[in-house]
């Protein structure tokens, strides 16, 4: 059974950072892409960042400039460093992991509570 196991989701103020993580199996982690996405109350998931085997960084246009993806390959683990946090960032956040053409496999972790107060 594949699993995502999220990490890092927490309470902040406004201007601040968290760090949120996402370890997975190997063959899930070399696959495809990883990534980040959201979902604020009353709204739909949105993708907030993903990143490539080569790492090929998509950042969502209201996240750019504050947050960064990266990899840790000998780890298998995805990072979001989130700065410059706002309330409008306040979402639960998931991980992903999916093959290229999301056909194949795609997973989700748990979900991980952020939330930014003004």
């Known amino acids: 059974q594949v699993q995502l196991v999220e990490s890092g989701g927490g309470s902040v103020q406004a201007g601040g950072s968290l760090r949120l993580s996402c370890a997975t199996s190997?063959?899930?982690?070399?696959?495809?892409?990883m990534g980040w996405y959201r979902q604020a109350p009353g709204k739909a998931r949105e993708l907030v960042s993903r990143?490539?085997?080569?790492?090929?960084?998509y950042y969502a246009d209201s996240v750019k400039g504050r947050f960064t993806i990266s990899r840790d390959n000998p780890k298998n683990t995805v990072y979001l460093q989130m700065n410059s946090l706002k309330p409008e960032d306040t979402a639960v956040y998931y991980c992903?992991?999916?093959?290229?053409?999301?056909?194949?496999?795609?997973?989700w972790g748990q979900g991980t509570q952020v939330t930014v107060s003004s």
């Open positions: 992903n992991a999916r093959d290229v053409l999301g056909r194949i496999y795609n997973y």
């Open positions: 190997g063959s899930i982690f070399n696959g495809g892409f």
């Open positions: 990143i490539s085997t080569s790492d090929y960084a």
